[in-house]
């Protein structure tokens, strides 16, 4: 079962991954972004909310050790901090916000409680 969990978690990770890589400009309108003018915006959409998550699910899927999915759980964890800080420093909190924050610490506590 914990397999089975790793494996598809690894592989929202792909999936998410692969939305911001290929499709950058539908991820800025979900979150909220623009590019004003540049493409450094859609540049760091396309790495680090893109190609960075598939690296680690699919380095997780070739290695397949319980530490390399642990990885996708701390990067997971970063993200979630990241938006927590949010919350609390720039914003009022809104449902997608919260939504985001639930769904980071979910994807985080499950990839770290199982393989830690």
């Given at each position: 079962?914990?397999d089975?969990i ?5 592989l929202?990770?792909i ?23 540049s ?20 380095g997780?899927?070739?290695?397949g050790?319980?530490i390399a999915y642990?990885?996708?759980g ?17 914003e009022?909190?809104t ?8 769904t ?7 990839l ?5």
């Open positions: 079962m914990i089975a790793n494996i598809l978690l690894a929202a990770s999936g998410l991954g692969a939305i911001g890589w290929l499709a950058p400009r539908y991820t800025m309108g979900v979150l909220d972004l623009e590019t004003n003018g493409t450094m915006g859609t540049s760091e959409i396309r790495a680090a909310s893109g190609a960075l998550f598939i690296g680690l699910g699919l997780a899927l070739i290695l050790s319980p642990a990885m996708i701390f990067a997971w964890a970063g993200a979630a901090v990241g938006r927590v800080t949010s919350i609390a420093l720039d009022a909190p449902r997608r916000t919260w939504g985001f924050a639930a980071e610490i979910v994807v985080a506590g499950l770290l409680a199982l393989n830690l």
